[in-house]
């Protein structure tokens, strides 16, 4: 088993398992989340904070993670922290990059909905998609989802869906993402994604480690290497960027991507 990028933004401490699944396993400490994952396509790839190994399955059974400056410990072995295979989660734009990524928004929003779920916030940006929420609890959270859009009350995202990490909370992530986006971009907004963050925050250690990282200006390397093909006005290579965005997760990169394109057609300023 090897140990191929590690996340900036991992704290040392002690970890407790926290869920496992085919390819992530989930440790917890003080209601945050590290991961250990597969790299892509497969699993999720480089993050702020994820352990890429190259095999997971010896992990699953792990009951904890100690982290120190240097290493990760599992029962079944210690993991050097090398500075070469240190991820980056900092988003970099050239000049004029973030004016570009506004530029590149029609594309990515094509593309979001091309490749989406049927059941994502997708539906948000295209009403044709309304016909797959027609049982009672999905029409409730698409009308709640809706008020919410139209009202430009974000907080009442906030939990809201089902799954791992509600629809809501990866929502209210994407608008995070775009903000850093713009501070990256040369605009202040720190008060403001730290307001945000503060009335987002709830019970689910998964979404508060996504919400945090979002509200950091740290980008797991999906969403990054997007963001950042999309300031370099590649448009031959940023719509399968996009579409693998959307592939993070079940619903979640859908709805992440749907709260960044609302960010950037001017919804939630």
């Known amino acids: 088993m090897k140990l191929l990028r590690h996340g900036d933004a991992i704290a040392p401490g002690m970890y407790k398992l926290h869920?496992?699944?085919?390819?992530?396993?989930?440790?917890?400490?003080?209601?945050?989340i590290v991961?250990?994952?597969?790299?892509?396509?497969?699993?999720?790839?480089?993050?702020?904070?994820?352990?890429?190994?190259?095999?997971?399955?010896?992990l699953k059974t792990a009951a904890g993670l100690a982290v120190t400056p240097d290493s990760f410990a599992f029962p079944s072995g210690i993991f050097r922290r090398?500075?070469?295979?240190?991820?980056?989660?900092?988003?970099?734009?050239?000049?004029?990059?973030?004016?570009?990524?506004?530029q590149s928004?029609?594309?990515?929003?094509?593309?979001?909905?091309?490749?989406?779920?049927?059941?994502?916030?997708?539906?948000?940006?295209?009403?044709?998609?309304?016909h797959n929420f027609t049982a009672a609890f999905d029409a409730a959270f698409l009308a709640r989802a809706k008020e919410n859009l139209?009202?430009?009350?974000?907080?009442?995202?906030?939990?809201?869906?089902?799954?791992?990490?509600?629809?809501?909370?990866?929502?209210?992530?994407?608008?995070?993402?775009?903000?850093?986006a713009a501070a990256a971009g040369g605009t202040p907004n720190t008060v403001r994604r730290s307001e945000i963050l503060k009335s987002a925050l709830g019970g689910n250690p998964l979404s508060n480690t996504f919400l945090r990282c979002a509200a950091q200006g740290r980008y797991f390397a999906r969403f990054k290497t997007m963001l950042e093909t999309a300031a370099e006005e590649d448009a031959?290579?940023?719509?399968?960027?996009?579409?693998?965005?959307?592939?993070f997760g079940n619903t979640s990169g859908a709805d992440t991507l749907a709260g960044l394109v609302c960010y950037f057609e001017g919804r939630f300023k």
Do not use: H
Request: proline residues 8%; glycine residues 14%.
């Open 19 to 32: 869920s496992a699944f085919d390819t992530a396993v989930n440790f917890e400490r003080n209601g945050s």
């Open 35 to 58: 991961s250990a994952v597969l790299p892509e396509p497969d699993g999720a790839g480089a993050g702020p904070v994820n352990m890429v190994f190259d095999d997971i399955e010896p």
């Open 82 to 102: 090398e500075a070469d295979s240190r991820y980056n989660s900092a988003l970099i734009l050239p000049g004029g990059g973030f004016r570009r990524i506004t």
């Open 105 to 130: 928004l029609p594309l990515i929003k094509k593309t979001l909905l091309e490749c989406a779920p049927g059941k994502s916030l997708a539906v948000l940006l295209d009403p044709g998609r309304e």
């Open 150 to 180: 139209a009202a430009g009350n974000l907080a009442g995202f906030k939990g809201l869906g089902a799954g791992l990490t509600p629809a809501g909370d990866d929502f209210i992530t994407g608008v995070l993402c775009g903000l850093g």
């Open 236 to 247: 031959a290579a940023l719509a399968p960027l996009v579409q693998a965005a959307v592939n």
